[in-house]
């Protein structure tokens, strides 16, 4: 605290620190160079992380690989979708989904996003169609109307593959996300709720697609037989498949496992502050939250706002300027350059049809991190500027 009693501008912006517990094992696999996750006959750290993180989800089936990205196209191809195949995904994502689905040589169809941040489900009916899989993203921990997406998609037999990157902890009617589509994908890149600079995680209830998924993320050989419960399978997969090597190493296991136990309290924290800034922010008449919908059980540790009115560009980006003078990042998602959360910047598509709709949201919402470490005083500093930025630039009224 400086001396005049005002708390100084909280860091938004460092990852999770890492728990002591890690460094044992570090410094175990450093002095053995015990590395490669195939080498140890059993209990590598990988397949140890893979046996807890199952554990945690419920679910049968996990297996570690090199990042979120990597598990969703793993996922797509042990769908065995043919060339070309029709992917919806939503238009309000991270680029690194529309570029898996690119990457597994299926063609991406965007579905409109409201300004909720979530699904528009006229849209998603409308488009499905001709789809042969859906990736739901659940960007920023929102999640659209799962019963709707599952009753739409099961009754066509269209696979659902959940990408759960951001979402470690978020549930829909008490189920856990992730579990819910065919495949969940979760990341451990560092500004997730577990923080391993890189890494993701596929988990699964069905045993073809797991060894599928297995074999080629770099299973060789016989080193499937070090991934329990499928062993059928494998059989029937194993030289069938390509290798992709999108494998995860010891080091990122042993930087992970000593942070599963923590998510409960970070989702418990991400809730709790993430709910507090809300209700400041819903005071201003110039912002708004938009509600969670009434299943989900949120684990934010970001919050996101719509500024509320007929803002122009110029005065959002004077918004932002005016936060940032108090110390807060705030990004306004299609007013800053090149953001890899606006659709349009995803040139590698090739020319898509507009979608007004999610560029309406993306021109007007907000985005701000806070970390779940973050102190009352921290959260409330945060909250404080950015009504002040916003009544700054567009005068002072009461909600
Ligand atoms: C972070 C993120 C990804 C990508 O995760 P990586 O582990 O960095 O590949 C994908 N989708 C969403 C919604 C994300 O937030």
């Known amino acids: 605290m400086p001396a005049d009693g005002q708390t100084l501008a909280p860091n938004v912006y460092d990852a999770e620190?890492?728990?002591e517990a890690a460094r044992a094992e570090i410094d175990r696999l450093l002095a053995s160079g015990d590395l490669f996750r195939y080498t140890a006959p059993e209990g590598a750290p990988v397949a140890l992380?893979?046996?807890?993180?199952?554990?945690?989800?419920?679910?049968?089936?996990?297996?570690?690989?090199?990042?979120?990205?990597?598990?969703?196209?793993?996922?797509?191809?042990?769908?065995?979708?043919?060339?070309?195949?029709r992917v919806l995904i939503p238009a309000f994502t991270f680029a690194a989904v529309p570029s898996a689905v690119v990457h597994a040589d299926c063609v991406p169809v965007l579905v409109?996003?409201?300004?909720?941040?979530?699904?528009?489900m006229a849209d998603f009916a409308a488009k499905l169609d001709g789809a042969d899989a859906v990736m739901i993203s659940h960007m920023r921990g929102h999640t659209s109307d799962m019963d709707a997406i599952m009753a739409l998609c099961d009754a066509r037999n269209i696979p659902v593959i959940e990408d759960a990157a951001h979402s470690l902890g978020t549930e829909w009617h008490?189920?856990?996300?992730?579990?819910?589509?065919?495949?969940?994908?979760?990341?451990?890149?560092?500004?997730?709720?577990?923080?391993?600079?890189?890494?993701?995680?596929?988990?699964?209830?069905?045993?073809?697609?797991?060894?599928?998924?297995?074999?080629?993320s770099g299973a060789y050989e016989s080193n499937w037989k070090k991934h329990p419960g499928m062993q059928n399978s494998y059989m029937l997969w194993q030289n069938k498949l390509p290798l992709y090597n999108m494998r995860?190493?010891?080091?990122?296991?042993?930087?992970?496992?000593?942070?599963?136990?923590?998510?409960?309290?970070?989702?418990?924290?991400?809730?709790?502050?993430?709910?507090?800034?809300?209700?400041?922010?819903n005071t201003s008449a110039h912002l708004t939250v938009p509600a969670a919908l009434p299943p989900e059980e949120r684990a934010p540790d970001s919050i996101q706002f719509n500024?509320?009115?007929?803002?122009?560009?110029?005065?959002?980006?004077?918004?932002?300027?005016?936060?940032?003078?108090?110390?807060?990042?705030?990004?306004?998602?299609?007013?800053?350059?090149?953001?890899?959360?606006?659709?349009?910047?995803?040139?590698?598509?090739?020319?898509?049809p507009d979608l007004p709709q999610t560029r309406a949201m993306l021109m007007r919402a907000c985005d701000v991190?806070?970390?779940?470490?973050?102190?009352?005083?921290?959260?409330?500093?945060?909250?404080?500027?950015?009504?002040?930025?916003a009544e700054t630039v567009r005068g002072r009224i009461a909600a």
């Not at 803002?311 to 940032?324: H, R, T, V, Y």
């Open 17 to 19: 620190p890492i728990p």
């Open 49 to 85: 992380l893979e046996q807890e993180f199952a554990d945690l989800m419920g679910a049968k089936y996990a297996l570690a690989v090199a990042s979120c990205s990597a598990a969703l196209f793993l996922s797509l191809k042990a769908l065995d979708l043919p060339r070309g195949a």
């Open 112 to 120: 409109e996003v409201g300004e909720n941040y979530r699904v528009d």
């Open 174 to 216: 008490g189920k856990k996300i992730g579990t819910i589509g065919k495949i969940g994908c979760f990341s451990f890149q560092s500004y997730k709720l577990v923080n391993a600079g890189e890494g993701g995680i596929l988990i699964t209830d069905d045993p073809e697609i797991a060894a599928r998924c297995v074999i080629m």
């Open 248 to 281: 995860m190493q010891n080091l990122s296991a042993a930087v992970i496992r000593p942070q599963l136990p923590l998510v409960a309290t970070r989702v418990e924290k991400g809730r709790t502050g993430h709910d507090r800034v809300a209700a400041t922010l």
């Open 307 to 352: 500024l509320c009115g007929d803002w122009s560009d110029a005065q959002a980006l004077a918004f932002q300027a005016e936060a940032k003078k108090r110390g807060v990042a705030v990004q306004v998602f299609g007013l800053s350059d090149g953001n890899a959360r606006a659709f349009w910047n995803w040139e590698f598509l090739g020319p898509q």
């Open 369 to 389: 991190r806070l970390p779940t470490r973050l102190t009352e005083a921290e959260l409330d500093f945060i909250a404080a500027a950015i009504v002040a930025a």
